[in-house]
């Protein structure tokens, strides 16, 4: 895989390749599950526990090879079989004298860890065989166009029992003509299992204990050998690059999104539609373009998602619109909207009708039924009651810099635009807050609160500090049409006149990294000072 992460732990549909083969072994409802680990034990032994906690781990030594692996699984699984009996016998139950004796018996299965699209039908159509034909051992097979790098399934002409599988290295010309293959797959009698690996050997060009020998070991000792063929070869593919990784990645996903437009699912394009495997998607859903949802996501009946929408453990209930939205551990209640361009961080909580606009960043905040955050805004740490509404430009300034305190707004609240809430503050059922303002104290039920002083115009700055702009004509054109109406046109001209002499001419600002501005010598007012240069 060129990676530092080892192979059965790369992801498809938001679980590991070993994460699938466990899904599909538990399926079986078996009596145990072993995994066998070695390469990077650490890291894949605590990742499969934290799938599977009662999951036998087995480590295999420095022997190599996949018969190997089996033998140091069969010898745990015998020993945890015997630790059973002997513990039903302390606690007093006859068992017949046979808890020294007690190994595992029954039908094992085997799988690879790396075979991610695998499927609990299949494993149970080989065990349903394996039955009924009371074969020693059953393989899984497929044919593929190119099977080299894989074991050959070689057949007895007439009855197509399985006389054992080569590998690759160690195939004649014919054999390696032969295009069906071993998956690593397999149902094997416990007791014949357990002979034939007390009899492998390392006689081969890899110098490995091959778990295929115990085919023809078995075959030999009498018992029926047989193969179940499967035409779908995708799903008993193993991955060994990302190259393959990415194939059967975008075939899970297809099957998935398959199964959901069966359901009742509406996908409007699938080719730029993504859903894991443990996402559950309610009829009449719409999954419009660029979607994806991840991990533990839920989405209730008649909600739309999307487009352009990345959605993780996120749940979405009935009627609701999440458009053009990132989100993650949140709640979207039932008919709420929430985007486009939204940002639900890990415990928001919207309510039934309510809304989350246009970006707006929420974060472990509880809102109310019908309550709304239209847009520009930041509410994070937060409770907001019922049907209130949070003006635009609104934060909860929720940080000192070493605590995270929280914001508390009532139901039916109005708060004005443009409103910093300086937390820990609390602002009552029914108030109101003006436009502009920081609320640094709790704010009683049905008062208004204000933090702005009075509004003070400054007349006729414009003229006086940015004269001869656009700004300043505009506002000389409306003073005079305001000032002198009714007045004639001779009083007109004497009063604009008189009140172009009247204002003193003030330069633009020097701006940082400009060259700074020149008057102009013949405008200097009198007393004024001129340099050689003609500069005032």
Not at 321 to 330: D, F, I, K, N
Request: net charge negative; charged share 20%.
């Amino acid at each position: 895989m060129r990676s530092a992460t080892p192979k059965v732990l790369h992801e498809l549909g938001g679980r590991s390749m070993v994460g699938h083969a466990l899904a599909a072994a538990r399926a079986l409802e078996p009596g145990r599950v072993a995994v066998v680990v070695r390469h990077e034990r650490e890291r894949v032994a605590a990742h499969v526990l934290e799938v599977d906690a009662d999951a036998l781990l087995v480590d295999q030594d420095d022997v190599p090879g996949t018969g190997r692996a089996v033998q140091v699984a069969m010898t745990a699984l015998d020993a945890a079989a015997q630790a059973a009996t002997a513990d039903v016998v302390a606690a007093g139950h006859d068992v017949g004298g046979a808890a020294a004796g007690s190994v595992l018996d029954g039908a094992v299965v085997v799988v690879a860890g790396d075979v991610p699209l695998l499927d609990a039908g299949t494993l149970e159509q080989m065990l349903a065989a394996h039955a009924a034909d009371g074969n020693a051992v059953t393989v899984l097979t497929t044919e593929v166009p190119d099977p080299t790098g894989y074991g050959r399934i070689l057949r007895e002409p007439g009855t197509g029992d399985v006389l054992g599988i080569v590998e690759e290295k160690d195939a004649t010309d014919e054999q390696r003509a032969v295009a069906e293959i071993n998956t690593s797959v397999y149902v094997f009698d416990a007791a014949v299992l357990r002979s034939a690996l007390a009899r492998l050997g390392r006689d081969n060009a890899q110098g490995e204990v091959y778990l295929t020998d115990v085919l023809a070991i078995a075959r030999g000792d009498g018992g029926r050998v047989r193969a179940l063929r499967t035409d779908d070869r995708l799903s008993v593919e193993g991955v060994n690059d990302r190259v393959q990784l990415a194939v059967l990645r975008a075939e899970l996903n297809r099957r998935l999104l398959e199964d959901w437009m069966r359901a009742g699912v509406t996908v409007v394009d699938p080719a730029t539609t993504w859903v894991d495997v443990d996402v559950d998607l309610a009829r009449d859903v719409t999954l419009l373009p660029n979607v994806q949802l991840h991990g533990a996501t839920s989405i209730g009946e008649g909600a739309t998602i999307g487009p352009d929408t990345t959605l993780t453990d996120v749940e979405v209930r009935a009627g609701a619109t999440v458009v053009r939205t990132h989100g993650s551990l949140s709640v979207v209640g039932e008919g709420a909207t929430v985007g486009p361009f939204a940002y639900l961080r890990p415990g928001t909580e919207l309510g039934a009708d309510g809304k989350i606009g246009t970006f707006v960043e929420t974060k472990n905040t509880q809102i109310g039924t019908g309550s709304k955050i239209p847009h520009l805004s930041y509410v994070g740490d937060a409770t907001i009651g019922e049907h209130s509404n949070i003006g635009a430009a609104s934060v909860t300034v929720n940080y000192d810099g070493v605590n995270k305190h929280r914001t508390v707004i009532g139901s039916h609240a109005r708060t004005g635009s443009d409103n910093m809430f300086v937390a820990p503050v609390v602002v009552g059922d029914g108030a109101y807050t003006g436009a502009g303002t920081v609320v640094r104290r709790d704010v009683p039920p049905g008062a208004l609160a204000v933090s702005a002083g009075s509004q003070r115009n400054i007349e006729g700055w414009v003229q006086r500090s940015r004269a001869g702009t656009a700004a300043a004509e505009a506002a000389a054109k409306a003073r005079g049409t305001r000032d002198v109406a009714g007045l004639s046109p001779q009083a007109r001209a004497e009063r604009e006149r008189a009140a172009t002499a009247a204002i003193p001419v003030t330069p633009p600002p020097h701006l940082p990294g400009q060259p700074a501005q020149l008057d102009d010598p013949t405008d200097a007012p009198a007393g004024g000072t001129t340099n050689e240069d003609g500069t005032r």
